[in-house]
């Protein structure tokens, strides 16, 4: 890329439990958050919020177009179940763009579930 290139991908994404479990509570999701966190990093995206609860988890994450959001979903999920050795997803998950307009919205939003 060069430095004349700007880009700025956010996404959106959910994903839920396995047969929609009610597993998460608030210490799990505090560790969950916090091994996203680190998967996002090793991965080079930014990772501005991870929070859910019950039965699903919402982010918000920005990435550089070489990443495919199939392949950071795959890479997320596959990691917090494998820190997590009781924690099973559900296949599929839900994906939004994001634009700079509606960035504090969906932030707040994800806050606040």
Known sequence: MTKNTYQDIVYHIVFSTKNREDVLTPPMMK????ILKEKAE???LKLHIAHGRGDHVH???SAPPK???SVIVK???GYSSYKISDLYWQRGFGV???DQCSFDR???YIKNQ
């Open 31 to 34: 560790r969950i958050r916090a």
């Open 59 to 61: 982010l918000l994450i």
């Open 106 to 108: 969906v932030f707040n």
């Open 96 to 98: 939004f763009t994001v």
């Open 67 to 69: 990443w495919s959001v």
């Open 75 to 77: 890479n997320l999920k």
């Open 42 to 44: 090793n991965l080079g």
